[in-house]
């Protein structure tokens, strides 16, 4: 590699809006972030999916003929 021209690379710690914090390796000082692994609803099992029905059975309930 060549020297001089790589941003250098330290340890940092991400903070998260829930509270959590990790310690990781980046180009950046100290990062902050809105939502993190911790508090993702796809990560954390509260992600709600309403997959009862398919395209027609949509079209049914929002026309009211079922």
Known sequence: MKEGI??????TTITCACGNVLE???TKKDIKVDICSKCHPLWTGNL????????AD???????LA
């Open 6 to 11: 790589h941003p250098n690379y330290n340890q």
């Open 58 to 64: 949509k079209f049914k309930k929002k026309y009211g």
């Open 24 to 26: 990781v390796g980046s």
């Open 48 to 55: 709600r999916q309403d997959k009862a029905g398919g395209r």
